[in-house]
């Protein structure tokens, strides 16, 4: 994507701005991610919010298969 002379100048003007940093700089601070719990990754809340996500958007679960494989390499 190419930008035009214009477009350009004001990216240039709008890095420089002090409000535009500490905005980011805020937004930085208080991210978070709901999967992480006390420092760890909490698989249940991950797996809750997956089912969750499914019934959502209606997605129909797959019936179980198990690999019958019996050399499996990486």
Do not use: C, Q, T
């Amino acid at each position: 994507m190419k930008f035009s002379k214009k477009e350009k100048e004001e990216f240039l003007r709008i890095s420089k701005s002090k409000k535009l940093r500490e905005d980011f700089e805020n937004l930085e601070e208080k991210k978070h991610n709901p999967f992480i719990k006390d420092g760890k990754v909490d698989i249940e809340r991950y797996i809750e919010f997956l089912n969750e996500y499914n019934k959502f958007i209606n997605h129909a679960p797959k019936p179980f298969k198990k690999i019958i494989d019996k050399d499996m390499r990486l």
